[in-house]
């Protein structure tokens, strides 16, 4: 039996980044990978997805160009180019990430794996047994879509859209989530009609309040037509395309449905309670902090924990873990602030706590905002506004949390997020100088609360 000190099981963005670290530190490791070397991440999310933003606001810019004096005859735009374009990227991604493997010295096995017990992997590909001094579970995530809605079969998943070779003319998306929403406002803004059916009065569940509230006027005036308070009953296929039943009995006919409605961590079929690894009631594996599981020796990483379910997370997780095992290192913490992003058009962004959360944690809270029609849109006459909000603690000045709506909202929060993850304060926002003309520099030149929660002045 092949032995080695470490069986990767899933080459995703955390098993990747496990496998190449312990390697490179002298561990002897095989990595296991079903479908592509690259994961969700590279091949059917962050990546394609970004990719397809971009191609989204191409032709906003060409509208926008209007007001600065161009003009542009006959624009088409081709999704089938765009696909290709995409996946000849994609290609050479997975090929940069098995190059990348290959040269740490990771032997790759192109199979599924599945936990047999007693420190062993079956190979599903050949039948081969082979054993490991540790195992590290990275098999990710996948989206649900098996749930009881009559004709779901006739429903697309973010995993079926990257595939798609033509684009519908008509699109419904369930879902309010960050993948629902960036799917329907890439497709909107490439010309489908998109429809957005959702539970709940808002989207973006767990962003801060007024920032769902902005985007969803955003959106809507954008021209995607939100459905909230609503959801899908059944599903049929009829001469004019798909019928999508909603629960309040309306009917939308549409030509395609994406379910975005949640994703379920990927630990079906895997052997876990042979192995005597337990699961939640969600299907993720339960760790501890130093990412080991209920079984001596078996460990996981990244969305099949179902904690953070952000590519950088998985990253962290995975380097974290060989690091401490295979370099001896103490373990680092994980990064309680979590700067992300909503790539909708216009995008969201968001890092530390929302104004409900500092609230609830917080006795004396102050809260910066404003709202400013971009400098471009002066020209290009384009409606919508910036949305800029600080969340400080009064306390001690600390920044809390920072939250936007607006362009490029998601390269300015990583910024903000290296100020906030070093402890700035509000008066270190007061005390830099204002880059101009900017839409970031509103970050440095917010003096006034606009609302102070607590009574009392000291905290
Ligand atoms: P994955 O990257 O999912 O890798 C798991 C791998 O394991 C897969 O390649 C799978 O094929 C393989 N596998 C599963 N079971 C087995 C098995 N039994 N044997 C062998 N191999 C197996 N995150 C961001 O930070 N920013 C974004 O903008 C963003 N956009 C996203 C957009 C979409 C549409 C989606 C779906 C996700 C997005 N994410 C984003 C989330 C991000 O992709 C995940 O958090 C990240 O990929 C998780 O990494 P992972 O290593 O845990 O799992």
């Known amino acids: 039996m092949r032995r080695y000190d470490l069986i990767v099981i899933g080459g995703g963005s955390g098993g990747v980044r496990a496998a190449r670290v312990a390697a490179t530190q002298g561990a002897k490791v095989l990595l296991a990978e079903e479908s592509r070397v690259g994961g969700t991440c590279v091949i059917r999310g962050c990546v394609p997805k970004k990719l397809m933003v ?7 810019e060409m509208q926008d160009g209007r007001g600065f004096g161009w003009t542009f005859d006959a624009a088409r735009f081709s999704w089938p180019d765009l696909k290709s374009n995409v996946d000849a990227e994609l290609d050479r991604l997975e090929h940069a990430y098995a190059t990348a493997l290959s040269r740490a010295g990771v032997h790759t096995e192109a199979s599924r794996a599945e936990l047999l017990g007693g420190g062993c992997v079956k190979l599903c590909s050949t039948g081969e047994r082979i054993s490991g001094e540790r195992i590290l579970v990275a098999t990710g995530a996948t989206p649900i879509n098996d749930d009881d809605l009559i004709g779901r079969s006739l429903c697309a998943t973010s995993d079926d859209f990257f595939n798609w070779t033509t684009q519908p003319r008509r699109v419904v998306v369930q879902g309010a989530g960050y993948i629902a929403l960036e799917l329907a406002c890439l497709l909107a803004r490439l010309g489908s009609e998109v429809s957005v059916v959702f539970r709940a009065d808002h989207i973006l569940r767990g962003f801060d309040q007024e920032l769902r509230e902005h985007l969803q006027a955003e959106l809507a005036a954008a021209g995607i037509r939100l459905v909230p308070r609503a959801t899908l009953t059944a599903i049929q296929r009829d001469g004019q395309g798909l019928s999508a039943t909603l629960s309040d009995a309306s009917v939308i006919t549409t030509d395609a449905i994406i379910r975005a409605i949640g994703r379920r961590p990927n630990t079906r079929g895997l052997g876990l309670a042979r192995a005597g690894v337990t699961t939640d009631d969600r299907d993720a594996i339960v760790v501890d902090d130093d990412f ?9 990483v990244g969305d099949v924990t179902n904690r953070i379910q952000l590519t950088p997370m998985a990253i962290r997780e995975g380097h974290v873990f060989a690091e401490t095992v295979y370099a001896g290192r103490a373990r680092s913490a994980l990064p309680s602030i979590v700067p ?3 790539f909708t058009t216009p ?3 968001t890092v530390g706590q929302t104004e409900a959360e500092a609230v609830a944690w917080h006795e004396h ?5 404003t ?9 290009s006459g384009r409606a919508g506004k910036c949305f800029m909000k600080l969340i400080v603690k009064r306390a001690d000045d600390r920044i809390l949390g920072a939250h936007l709506v607006g362009p490029d909202a998601g390269e300015m929060i990583q910024l903000l997020g290296v100020a906030i993850t070093m402890g700035a304060r509000k008066g270190d926002l007061d005390a830099t ?3 101009h003309p900017t839409g970031a520099e509103e970050w440095v030149t917010m003096r006034t609360p606009t609302r102070r929660h607590g009574r009392s002045e000291a905290a």
Do not use: W
């Open 292 to 300: 080991q599981t209920s079984a001596r020796g078996i460990y996981a």
């Open 365 to 369: 809270v102050d809260v910066y905002s």
């Open 347 to 349: 995008e969201l962004a």
């Open 371 to 379: 709202q400013f029609r971009p400098m471009k849109a002066t020209l």
């Open 54 to 60: 971009l191609a989204s606001r191409v032709g906003m």
């Open 340 to 342: 992300t992003a909503v």
């Open 433 to 435: 100088l204002a880059v």
